[in-house]
């Protein structure tokens, strides 16, 4: 069965530097979504893409976070000046269509910024 | 836009014994409610869900039952085993292109011997 992969797994990085989340999609998926999950908390979306754009941001994703799919394969997440608070396993999902299609996560990406 | 609350927190039950896990929403377009198992450190994995034009949905010993008018859903595990013990999301999202899911705040299920 096709899954939705991550990189890296576990990322570290000082305050203010700039991280780059990797996911690759199931092959015939069409929306891509990244979620993030602050430890012992819930779920809570960020941004959903489709299409080559974005289709809805949360209050989360400010002006720090961008997304695209560079390569048409990739989909990036982008932060570019990290904060304590951005701490949290990173998700990426992905689905066929949209409405009442099922969302496959990846693996995550732990983000630890010191 | 939309809010899910979930109950309870914590849910410790005896093995083959049956847990069910409850969840409000609040925006009436929602239509597509899906469960999430995850397991410590690991994705979320979907286990059922359940769309509006149904009010009940059963694979195995996993149910979910949808109460449109009273906008809740529930989701019931029966013989409960020890491998069951996670962490359970429910969500709920609608039909627009965007389609975010949004989460309730999770029900930590213990499964004991």
């Known amino acids: 069965e096709p899954e939705v992969t991550q990189t890296p797994s576990h990322q570290v990085t000082q305050m203010g530097q700039e991280v780059i989340l990797r996911c690759v999609p199931i092959?015939?998926?069409?929306?891509f979504y990244w979620y993030r999950q602050i430890l012992g908390q819930k779920v809570e979306f960020l941004v959903s893409f489709y299409n080559n754009e974005i289709s809805e941001k949360s209050e989360i994703f400010d002006d720090q976070f961008s997304v695209e799919r560079p390569d048409g394969s990739n989909f990036t997440l982008k932060i570019r000046s990290t904060k304590l608070e951005d701490s949290a396993m990173y998700f990426c999902a992905t689905a066929g269509r949209a409405g009442t299609d099922t969302q496959y996560f990846g693996p995550g990406t732990r983000l630890t910024v010191l | 836009g939309e809010n899910v609350e979930q109950h309870p927190s914590t849910l410790s039950v005896q093995e083959g014994d049956s847990a069910v896990i409850k969840c409000t929403y609040s925006d009436s377009a929602s239509n597509y409610f899906p469960w999430y198992k995850q397991e410590l450190g690991k994705r979320p994995q979907l286990i059922i869900d359940?769309?509006?034009?149904?009010g009940e949905k059963k694979d195995q010993r996993i149910a979910v039952t949808l109460n449109k008018t009273a906008k809740h859903f529930s989701l019931h595990i029966t013989e409960t085993q020890p491998e069951d013990s996670a962490v359970y999301f429910c969500?709920?999202?609608?039909?627009?292109?965007?389609?975010?899911?949004?989460f309730g705040t999770g029900t930590r299920l213990q499964v004991t011997l």
């Open positions: 969500a709920a999202s609608d039909t627009g292109t965007a389609s975010k899911l949004t």
């Open positions: 359940i769309r509006s034009n149904v």
């Open positions: 092959s015939n998926h069409l929306y």
